[in-house]
């Protein structure tokens, strides 16, 4: 990560990687003055900070981050709390296992974007067919590793407990659940990522609010500025959500090897 | 902890200081002596499908005896401190301890593994203090004293190296106050220097404690330098039983121990 002791390389390194992204948008705002790029096609950034600014300031921006912010939440509390606990159960339980599995895994081939049809014509258009469609998504990942992050570990620890007078509970507390950690974080990883693409389809499909409504409402008007501005808005929302899980992460796996030499320096 | 002296023949020989100062009589070893349990395994069987692993074990093991079991690699060494500590059944035959016969899974037997089997996501003091019994803290640092690594309590297991973490393990089995010790060649992935090292602390806290030990090893050298009897194991039965008489603390070149070393090897 280091370029040198000199803190002229060290602010060089925080600079540097800036200079792309910042050349690109400075090209860009100038072919959109030049008028390279039609304002129909795309919005100058500069006209995207002022979108920005005001739907900021009228409050619509924020009321349509936070209900889609809300639906992402419910979805995940629902989808990867329920994949958890399943994955739990036919982690340390044979017959549940053998019951619940194998269907599971044949579900888990479906594109769950697939039932979107389906999932309108049970729940129309309507809160709970944006939170069912999320809860699907993120089910699968974290139901799959949970459930491969117990069967995994160790026999050899499990029976070090016992043999050290643990219980059933404390092995599971202790040895089994800590132990799928790494695993189930994986999950929650990829469960985010799948979080806000659904989300995306879901409200561009069938919504009258949210970032995803936004932007396809905008679409109609020709309203390119708001189209990007929402594109934005995603991607901060995927970076805010993967340095969570980074910061999780760190607290829950703090005694993983990978991550002792950012602990220490931290 | 331990002085270590070089015999004229290289080999390390572990003279543990406690023992130093309290002589090395037999009555005064007796006395110290207070958790040993004694260990009786009667007409052993232990069959995996078809293959018999043990057929017709017998062994009787003295309260505050150090045993030593050797044998060839598959000879179901593993399988029998299993069966001890009570993780596996026997098809036949039974495991008493003090008297008791073993039902699952025994609170006053212990068992070092050959890998030390220390939880990564726990520090090592919550490592030795797996058990959680009232008062886990301070008989975990103490049980971390004994071994020398009181100063690494804090650490993650993954900062340690191979030999610190048997003494963890070592720690951790201590800490539940074993009646019987079963050691199940837990040093055999270390270098000499360390194991001659590991076998000195083992040999003091076996002298202050007085546990019963079973170590199994593929070294016969190591077991006429440790315990009182060494046996053998061959085709799923004892063999071979010799009682190490020879004074401690002791000379890994004494030619009394060669000798035994020589008659156990042709037993094996
Ligand atoms: N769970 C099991 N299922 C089937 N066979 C087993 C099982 N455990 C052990 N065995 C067999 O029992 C025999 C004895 O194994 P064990 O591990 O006790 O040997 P060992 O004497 O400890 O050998 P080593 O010195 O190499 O550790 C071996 O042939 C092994 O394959
Ligand atoms: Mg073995």
Redesign the interface.
Known sequence: MRFGQLPFRQAAAQVVPWFVPLAVLVIWELCARLGFIEARTLAAPSQVAVAFWASAKSGELGRNVVISFERAMLGLAIGGGLGFLLGVLTGVSRIAELLLDSGLQMLRNVPHLAIIPMVILWFGIDETAKIFLVAVGTFFPIYLNTYHGMRTIDRGLIEMAEVNGLGKFAIFRRVLLPGAMPSVLIGLRYALGIMWLTLIVAETISASSGIGYMTMNAREFLQTDIVVLGVLIYALLGKAADATTKLIEHRVLAWHPAYHASASTN | MLQRVQSVHGAFVSQPVDRLEAGSTRSHLDERRRKGERLVLEDLHLSFGTRQVLRGLNLEVPAGQFLAIVGRSGVGKSTLMRLI?G?DRPTKGRVSIGGAAVEG?Q?TV??L?Q?A?L????TVLSNVG???TPGWRDKALEALRDVGLADRSND?P??LSGGQRQRVALA?VLV?EPGVLLLDEPFGALDALTRSEMHGLLEKLWFRDGFTTVLITHDVAEAVALADRVVVMNEGRVTFDVDITVERPRRRSDVQLSALQDRILQGV
Do not use: E, N, S
């Open positions: 500590v993780l899974v609170r212990k068992l593994f890998d089997r939880l990564p996501w726990q797996i058990a959680r993650w993954a900062v951790r539940g």
